[in-house]
């Protein structure tokens, strides 16, 4: 890997965590209104960790991981706070500096490996390009590189292949594919979006050893995002929750399963079927649905739906709770935290 | 990996079926073609009660008494059976004809579709020299309307709501509404009588004789045909970018971090174009044929007005040849269309 000119001008409030997301906002006018899908998220992640972004649709996970590609970028979004990646500020940083960094220090992977893939080329040529854009080297080798690749992530038979296009693989193998594509160029941060929603069952838990396998094996600090807590189970060291564009909740994956303090991921816990738990036991869903985020609830977005609201005269509806600085565990949530606590042990522990 | 510098052709067997295929399906349709042709112009009138005389009348001069008429429906194989007329009909466009018309014997070389009525000629010799007129006003004007309206459109599609796509639009909603014998009569007065910029209309030079001059005659047809239907692909092609750049595809092209024109030329255009491509060949298979309005606009020597000429004058192997004729270009155009759409969308390979 040779070192990538560094465009941007390092400031001295710079961070030291390789990725750090600093008051990101994301939001999109439209004709009905101002649509705030991020608003205000702060995170940072160090290479060889893998943080779980989870959420429900809507809440701004994807938003945030497109931000920090820069594929929002010359679109109409309007987008404010900084984004840092190993010491470069991307969000003030021109469209052809993060085009650059793009698949080549950052990639990622899509949810849906068939429309995210060119139905028009075949796997391997869509792995060469990806490699040539940023290596500049022969269509052969680069094709060599290209079934190494596929040769990597488990593809049987990779130099025959290589030649098939998308409609041709299953879909466990298309993800495989666009995993390979995605690590090209050995990418420092990747990023996978919903990696496993469109595939079977069986299939899931293949990809999701892939994945850590190949963290471990290239390095790379992995943002995983995902609906589905049993995947961030599976593979996140630290775990960030949202909810209307903010995060709720903030914490390592060990903390958040063990004592989850915000009745949002209270809610996420208690819908999400498990193994070990009796089948007679109902499932508890989160009631109503996500907000609308042009017009989100006052104070807690959470509120409306959130069994605790104006808990012992807590001003839910009027003031934005916050994650609080500096914390290992963060969670925007006006209970006091003994009563969470207290609250989870009484209330929810005892239904999961 | 020793299998990675072979390249393995893309399976070749499946390929070649799916050519096969279609050449047989184009062989068939138009197999079906002659036979509709040839029921419309020899088996309906004798369902309508034409005798075997009555269709030799057609042959003769208005003065011929009924044995003339007879011997003329002999010789003509009128009395034979319906299926042996249409062989000797087949068998004259693929092999030729002689024609026994009284002391001498005349031959008609294949594609032999007759005399005409009129002029007496033969009618295939007519029908080349028209096909170079119709072909050089439908492959002209093809190449202007694939560059301006796909580009237009791309660049709408590119700036959407822009002052450049509203404007656009505007010109492409006159282009497909105005009809060309009015578009065509507007440019004429303009450009060839009040500026003599351009040929007044009714000259036609063949390229091989001078090119400047063929060219010439022609850019004035040219423009105003395309005009017509590159408004329809600009509008065609602005929706199939606008549809293709939002998918998904395109958003993983550009997670690579491919620059914003490969990613509009190579994953977006690719896949729109597809669409344009289907109807781009059905076009210009139908002007191929016979651009009927622009040819009689501009007077132009063409297969359009040779068929208006012929349905006038009742001038039946005229009429014959061309429609034979148009109906071959569309198939073969959308034989072209079927095999190109194999080769742009590999999906297409297997069903």
């Known amino acids: 890997m040779t070192a990538l000119p560094q465009l941007a001008v390092t400031r001295a409030d710079a961070p030291t965590r390789f990725l750090e997301v600093r008051g990101l906002r994301v939001h999109f006018p439209t004709d009905d209104g101002l649509v705030k899908s991020v608003d205000g998220v702060s995170f940072g992640l160090e290479r060889r960790r893998t943080l779980g972004i989870v959420g429900e649709s809507g809440s701004g996970k994807s938003v945030t991981s497109l931000a920090i590609m820069g594929l929002h970028k010359g679109g109409s979004a309007r987008i404010s706070g900084e984004i840092w990646l190993d010491g470069q500020e991307l969000v003030a940083a021109d469209q052809e500096t993060v085009r650059l960094l793009r698949g080549r220090k950052m990639a990622m992977i899509f949810q849906d490996p068939l429309s995210s893939m060119h139905p028009y080329y075949s796997i391997g040529a869509q792995i060469v390009e990806a490699y040539r854009i940023h290596h500049n080297v022969s269509k052969q080798v680069a094709r060599r590189h290209a079934i190494e690749l596929l040769d990597r992530v488990g593809i049987p038979q990779p130099a025959k292949r290589v030649n098939d296009y998308p409609h041709q693989f299953s879909g466990g193998m298309r993800q495989r594919a666009m995993i390979a594509m995605a690590l090209s160029n050995n990418p420092e941060l990747l990023i996978a979006d919903e990696p496993t929603t469109a595939l079977d069952v069986t299939v899931q838990a293949q990809i999701l050893d892939l994945i850590r396998d190949l963290q471990e094996e290239y390095g790379s600090a992995v943002i995983i995002i995902t609906h589905d807590l049993g995947v961030v189970a599976e593979l996140a060291d630290d775990i960030f929750v949202m909810y209307g564009g903010k995060a709720v909740e903030y914490g390592t994956a060990a903390d958040l399963f063990a004592r989850p303090e915000h009745p949002y991921t209270w809610g996420l816990l208690g819908s999400m079927p498990r193994m070990d738990r009796d089948v007679r036991d109902r499932l508890i869903p989160i009631k109503g649905s996500p907000p609308s985020l042009i017009t989100l609830p006052s104070g807690c977005a959470f509120h409306p739906r959130c069994p605790y609201a104006e808990l012992d005269g807590i001003p839910c509806k009027t003031v934005v709770p916050t994650l609080g600085e500096g914390d290992r565990h963060g969670v925007a949530c006006h209970i006091p935290p003994p009563k969470r606590r207290e609250l989870f042990a009484t209330d929810i522990a005892p239904h999961l | ?351």
């Open chain 2, 1 to 351: 990996m020793a299998g990675g510098a072979t390249r393995r052709p893309p399976r070749p067997n499946i390929v070649l079926r799916y050519v096969i295929r279609r050449l047989l399906a184009a062989v068939l349709l138009l197999f079906v073609v002659s036979v509709v042709t040839f029921g419309i112009f020899f088996y309906i009138p004798r369902l309508a009660g034409a005798s075997a005389e009555d269709l030799a009348s057609r042959y003769v001069g208005k003065t011929a008494n009924e044995a003339q008429l007879r011997v003329m429906a002999d010789k003509l194989g009128f009395y034979d059976p319906l299926y042996v007329q249409y062989g000797r009909f087949v068998k004259g466009i693929v092999l030729g004809a002689n024609y026994n018309t009284g002391p001498t014997t005349v031959r008609c070389p294949a594609p032999c579709f007759g005399y005409s009525f009129i002029t007496q000629n033969p009618v295939w010799p007519d029908l080349v020299d028209r096909m170079r007129v119709t072909g050089s006003l439908a492959v002209g004007a093809a190449i202007i309307w694939v560059l301006f309206g796909v580009s237009t459109g791309v660049l709408s599609a590119l700036r959407k709501g822009s002052i450049f796509d509203r404007m656009a639009m505007g010109t492409a909603l006159a282009g497909v509404s105005l009809p060309i014998f009015w578009t065509g009569l507007l440019t004429l007065s303009i450009f060839s009588y009040r500026m003599h910029l351009t040929a007044p209309g009714g000259s036609y030079t063949p390229i091989t004789e001078n090119p400047a001059e063929w060219a010439y005659d022609l850019i004035l047809p040219w423009i105003t045909l395309a005009f017509l239907i590159a408004a329809a692909y600009a509008r065609l092609t602005r929706a199939g970018m606008l549809e293709t750049m939002g998918e998904d595809y395109i958003r993983t092209a550009r997670a690579k971090g491919l620059p914003e024109r490969t990613v509009v030329v190579k994953h977006g255009l690719r896949a729109a174009l597809t669409p344009i491509t289907t109807i781009f060949g059905l076009d210009l298979g139908l002007l191929l044929g016979g651009a009927v309005l622009t040819e009689s606009t501009f007077s132009l020597p063409g297969m359009g007005k040779y068929a208006i000429d012929a349905i006038v004058n009742n001038d039946l192997p005229k009429v014959l040849g061309v429609t034979m004729v148009g109906a071959t270009f569309i198939i073969f155009a959308n034989l072209i269309v079927d095999l190109l759409y194999a080769v742009i969308d590999p999906r297409v390979r297997l069903s």
